[in-house]
């Protein structure tokens, strides 16, 4: 049975997150422990290689400050 892609899916502004990081003065590891994340998933996503989870979405609002999901995320539509 063939998993099934979801239509499209959130990336992480990555030019917002340095920025924000900059101002909080936290490295990408640092915020990687903040939300319990492995080192190379978190990098997959300052990359943009790789959506991250709701609940990763969530503590990365979080950690950062952000309230509005549209000023750290964007939403790509997936080719099928």
Partial sequence: ???R???SRAL???TAAWELLDK??????ELARR???????????????RSPSPRVRRCLQEVLGV???HLLF???EVDR
């Fill in 1 to 3: 049975m063939q998993r």
């Fill in 5 to 7: 892609r979801p239509p």
């Fill in 12 to 14: 992480l502004r990555t």
């Fill in 24 to 29: 909080l003065d936290i490295s990408q590891n």
């Fill in 35 to 49: 939300c319990g994340i492995p080192r190379g998933y978190m990098s997959q996503v300052m990359r943009e290689e």
């Fill in 67 to 69: 309230a509005d999901f």
């Fill in 74 to 76: 964007f939403i790509q």
